[in-house]
């Protein structure tokens, strides 16, 4: 094997410090906004500089616009060694989004300037409705996950890094309680994006299957529905999408029991997409398809993530999950177009496009989830690049059976930054995908209308009336080039909003 299948990534989080009063670090980091006001912290810094900053806001060689930033070195500083003024924009128009940007920006700047530690104020991003605590806890996430790399290069050599963050501030434990839970929850996200990140020859089918393994313990029970039992079982999408691989495809089964012991049924239920590659099968993709392909199992990654972390959430209630792993790839063993597959519930599916793979090995996997009727199930795929075409990179597509679920989900997203957008699933959609001899087709009728709409009515089939939530993340599962804090490539999305979900959600029939 080529690279490292222990260890994925070398990434290292900077360490978190929370503190009242400065400690010496190379650099402060002040925004500054249009209105070119400074705060108390850098007027005092501006006083032992001679006036040298307040005069080049004046001569205009400092502007307050976002994403422009000016390092300026104090010469024998007490405490820091630079400053760095991050221009944060009109402070009417600053909100979360603009915090995010202003941290992760100006902690790739800091980094590329050859330093190692910087110190900012969470109250200087505590305004507009904006709580210094929230602010804290957005600081550590923006700048760990802003800073994150994935370097497979030969030469470490030179390799810049942030080693500490700073958090000045006069809520010092609460503010350590905001940094420590960040630094957790990114944690998760990091594991997402490594697994999403590595190529597929080692994050195959198979190595899914005993990375799921590992996470056995008292509360998390993982059992692996292998080739020769989906086989006996019927899980036929799974086996025949797998088909044309040398690794063999598998059902991952994950529970979460709070008490260590079984339960009835489930109170939720998660299935996640694992494609490890997505060749397209015999309707192969062509050249600027294909070549990212590898993430296709993001959403996988994300409910291996959220097993593998729970213990940060600790939920009272059991989990159970269901990941399909498997390869779509080209030989004569491949499915193909014109094949009829009975899915795990008795529905038959007519393929004619093996390069809809996805919501097929959905479909096995949601129907054994519905069959241990938990109250809600929630999906995560990268399924459809018509998802990418409508909202871009920035968000998921939520499609639900269930008003109040998807208003959970979105109340989720809110806290974890990570945003979802509600789209249609109706009669049309559903028509859409009815079969001609088998019950359905896994291609809606007008080929490229409304793709990621179809694909959902597709899955609907198989969740048996329970209240369902399907997030497409094809679109924000990848970055083709760094925005904010999510990095080029894996974004790691969903797994900082499902853990907020499992967070919050309330088992009906309980206050
Ligand atoms: N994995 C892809 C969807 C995808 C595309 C994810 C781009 C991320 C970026 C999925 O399996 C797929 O190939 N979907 C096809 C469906 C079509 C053949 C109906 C698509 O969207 O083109
Ligand atoms: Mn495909
Ligand atoms: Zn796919």
Not at 443 to 462: I, Q, W
């Amino acid at each position: 094997m080529i690279l490292n299948k222990n260890k994925l990534n070398d990434y290292k989080i900077p360490e978190l410090k929370t503190a009242i009063n400065p400690v010496k670090c190379d650099v402060a980091l002040f925004p500054l906004f249009d209105d070119k006001k400074l705060v108390q912290e850098i007027k005092e810094i501006d006083r032992r500089l001679n006036g040298r900053i307040s005069s080049a806001i004046k001569q205009k060689f400092i502007k307050g616009d976002l994403k422009s930033f000016k390092l300026l070195t104090i010469p024998g500083g007490k405490y820091f060694k630079a400053v760095l003024l991050a221009g944060a924009g009109k402070k009417e128009d600053f909100n979360t989004d603009v915090l995010y940007s202003i941290i992760s920006n100006a902690s790739r700047y800091i980094r590329d300037s050859d330093h190692t530690t910087f110190a900012v104020w969470p109250e200087h991003f505590s305004l507009n409705g904006i709580r210094e605590e929230y602010a804290a806890y957005a600081i550590a996430k923006a700048s760990i996950l802003g800073l994150y790399t994935f370097n497979q290069k030969s030469n470490k050599e030179g390799i810049k890094e942030i080693k500490s963050i700073l958090l000045i501030t006069k809520n010092s434990s609460s503010a350590k309680n905001a940094v420590d839970k960040a630094k957790k929850i990114c944690e998760a996200t990091i594991y997402t994006r490594d697994l999403v990140n590595t190529c597929s020859r080692i994050v195959n089918p198979e190595f899914l299957v005993k990375e799921a393994k590992k996470l056995g313990g008292k509360n998390v029970k993982v059992e692996i529905i292998s080739q020769e039992q989906l086989k006996k079982k019927g899980f036929n999408g799974i086996l025949e999408v797998g088909g044309g691989s040398q690794y063999k495809p598998a059902l991952i089964i994950m529970k979460y029991l709070p008490s260590g012991k079984p339960v009835a049924k489930p109170t939720v239920g998660l299935v996640g997409k694992g494609v490890t590659f997505d060749s397209g099968g015999l309707n192969l993709k062509p050249m600027g398809y294909i070549e990212d392909m590898r993430m296709d199992m993001g959403g996988a990654a994300v409910v291996l993530s959220l097993f593998k972390h729970i213990g940060i959430i600790k939920p009272k209630f059991a989990i159970m999950a269901a990941v399909p792993v498997c390869e779509n790839m080209v030989s004569s063993r491949s499915y193909r177009p014109g094949d009829i597959i009975r899915i795990y519930n008795g529905k038959t599916v007519e393929v004619h496009n093996t390069d809809a793979e996805g919501r097929i090995i959905m479909a096995d996997a949601l129907s054994f989830i519905s069959e241990q009727k938990p109250e809600v199930i929630i999906d995560i795929a990268t399924l459809t690049g018509a998802m990418m075409v409508a909202l871009g990179y920035s968000m998921a597509g939520l499609f639900s059976n269930c008003a109040k679920l998807a208003e959970q989900v979105k109340v989720a997203a809110v806290e974890s930054h990570e945003k979802v957008w509600e789209m249609p699933l109706v009669q049309e959609h559903r028509e859409s995908v009815e079969g001609t001899i088998g019950d359905l087709k896994n291609l809606g009728k007008d080929k490229a209308m409304a793709g990621a709409s179809t694909a959902a009515a597709f899955l609907e089939n198989f969740v048996n009336n329970i209240s369902w939530v399907h997030l497409d993340i094809a679109g924000s599962v990848w970055r083709p080039e760094t925005r904010d804090h999510t990095t080029q490539y894996a974004t790691g999305f969903g797994t900082d909003l499902l853990l907020n979900f499992l967070a919050i959600y309330k088992p009906k029939g309980k206050k």
